[in-house]
């Protein structure tokens, strides 16, 4: 089993669209949870982090559910700019001295007019 | 604020060659890791540096090894190329253990031919 899996996609969605991401991990002792964002043949950027209580950056929720070891994110009123490979991620910092991120295979998402 | 850099941005090797792949890191972040990523695979971690020291590696041979300098820059090198070790390498920097994200350079794409 992978220790981040996330829904294999590809998701093609037109504008205006709701469309919703998921991810589980497998280490209950991780310690950090983020969305990163990767265009084409770019880096990874730091979409948002994701907390228990969940949390919203204008457009995108993210939520975590430690019970289930589950995270979500989800996308409202999609936009064109939005198309690009969303990556699940955790930092393996429990129980180790140092941070290890650990990413899912990542899922593609395309917003068509 | 100066982000995360790397040199150089693409490379071409041969099979058999050693490879020297640099990243500055963002100024104020002491932890530097590097990650591997191949074609439509999420990153995959190979070391992470903290003070000059490697403090935690992935499942990567002896032949990738690293430095990171009292500036906090390094460097990552890569003996005895294969085939497969033609992906986007990838430098992220951090604050201690990457609780809040870490910083992604934009990359160097390594070809071995």
């Known amino acids: 089993r992978k220790e981040v899996e996330q829904d294999p996609g590809p998701f093609n969605v037109p504008e205006g669209a709701t469309v919703a991401f998921n991810c589980t991990y497998s280490?209950?002792?991780?310690?950090?949870f983020f969305w990163y964002r990767q265009d084409c043949r770019k880096e990874p950027k730091l979409l948002m982090s994701?907390?228990?209580s969940g949390n919203e950056d204008g457009r995108f929720t993210a939520q975590l559910n430690r019970a289930s070891q589950y995270i979500s994110l989800l996308i409202r009123d999609s936009k064109l700019s939005d198309s690009a490979t969303y990556l699940c991620?955790?930092?393996?910092?429990?129980?180790?001295?140092?941070?290890?991120?650990?990413f899912g295979q990542g899922t593609i998402l395309t917003v068509h007019p | 604020e100066t982000g995360v850099t790397q040199s150089p941005t693409h490379l071409i090797k041969t099979r058999g060659q050693q490879v020297t792949l640099r990243c500055s890191s963002q100024?104020?972040?002491?932890?530097v890791s590097w990650y591997q990523q191949a074609l439509g695979q999420g990153p995959q971690f190979i070391f992470q540096?903290?003070?000059?020291?490697?403090?935690g590696r992935g499942n990567f041979p002896p032949r990738f090894s690293g430095l990171q300098f009292p500036n906090y820059s390094s460097e990552l090198n890569v003996n005895a190329l294969e085939l497969d070790d033609s992906a986007l390498y990838l430098c992220?920097?951090?604050?201690?253990?990457?609780?809040?994200?870490?910083?992604f350079g934009s990359g160097t794409r390594l070809t071995v031919v």
């Open positions: 991620v955790v930092n393996n910092a429990g129980g180790t001295s140092y941070g290890k991120l650990t």
């Open positions: 992220a920097s951090s604050t201690g253990q990457g609780t809040y994200g870490y910083t």
């Open positions: 100024s104020g972040h002491n932890t």
């Open positions: 540096y903290y003070r000059e020291e490697e403090n």
């Open positions: 994701v907390y228990s």
């Open positions: 280490n209950s002792a991780s310690q950090s």
